[in-house]
């Protein structure tokens, strides 16, 4: 059974940083492209980051500049850095992944952690 644990959340100020974490189980993790979403109260999930299984990094143009996904196959684990926060960027950040295939829409992965909440004060 493959399993997603985000962490990393909390509260911070306007212009600070986070480091979210998602280390992943049950599943061939370096075969897995993996992505982060997020979801504002009101809002559909939406695309962040993504991280394909082989090669190159995706991002939205919201994020671009200030926030970096990584990923640490020898743990399992993937990585959002996210710098120079705004309030826009409050939201729960979910991590989710597929196997090989790329996609930029949530309904394109197959596993999801459970979200860590990420709210940045003004």
């Known amino acids: 059974q493959a399993q997603l644990v985000e962490s990393g959340g909390g509260l911070v100020q306007a212009g600070g940083s986070l480091r979210l974490s998602c280390a992943a189980s049950?599943?061939?993790?370096?075969?897995?492209?993996m992505g982060w979403f997020r979801q504002a109260p009101g809002n559909e999930r939406e695309f962040v980051a993504t991280?394909?299984?082989?090669?190159?990094?995706i991002y939205a143009d919201s994020v671009k500049g200030r926030f970096t996904i990584s990923r640490d196959n020898a743990k399992n684990t993937v990585y959002l850095q996210m710098n120079s926060l705004k309030s826009e960027d409050t939201a729960v950040y979910y991590c989710?992944?597929?196997?090989?295939?790329?996609?930029?829409?949530?309904?394109?992965?197959?596993?999801w952690g459970q979200g860590t909440q990420v709210s940045v004060s003004s």
């Open positions: 989710a992944g597929r196997q090989y295939a790329t996609s930029l829409r949530p309904e394109g992965y197959e596993y």
């Open positions: 049950g599943l061939t993790f370096n075969t897995y492209t």
């Open positions: 991280m394909p299984w082989n090669s190159g990094n």
